[in-house]
């Protein structure tokens, strides 16, 4: 079954940290591009990160950049985000999404569960 497996997320207090995990099972990992996405109440959800199939290329979204970041393990064939000073507005689900063709958007076909979090005090 080819699926995307998240770990991770969880409340932690502004200026915290976090690492988010995305494991592929069913396929391997290593031949597409990965997004991460995040969804906060009330809003659409939006990429705040890219790694390319490579991992030559990333890219964030302003608000995370400097303090988020994507990397690939492809002998766990596994990508992560690193969190760093978590900050109230960073709250949502956070998704991984995986495309063969490019960047990842929202009809790209193979979807992490989500995972919650929260930064609060």
């Known amino acids: 079954q080819v699926q995307l497996v998240q770990s991770g997320g969880g409340l932690v207090q502004p200026g915290g940290s976090l690492i988010l995990s995305c494991v592929a099972s069913?396929?391997?990992?290593?031949?597409?591009?990965i997004g991460w996405f995040r969804q906060a109440p009330g809003k659409e959800r939006e990429r705040v990160s890219y790694?390319?199939?490579?991992?030559?290329?990333?890219n964030y979204t302003d608000s995370v950049k400097g303090r988020f970041t994507v990397s690939r393990d492809r002998t766990k064939n596994a990508v992560y985000l690193q969190m760093h000073k978590l900050k109230p507005e960073d709250t949502g689900i956070y998704y991984c999404a995986a495309d063969f063709e490019g960047i990842p958007h929202s009809d790209s076909s193979i979807w992490g569960q989500g995972t919650q979090v929260t930064v609060s005090s």
């Open positions: 069913g396929f391997t990992l290593n031949y597409y591009h």
């Open positions: 790694i390319s199939s490579s991992g030559d290329s990333t």
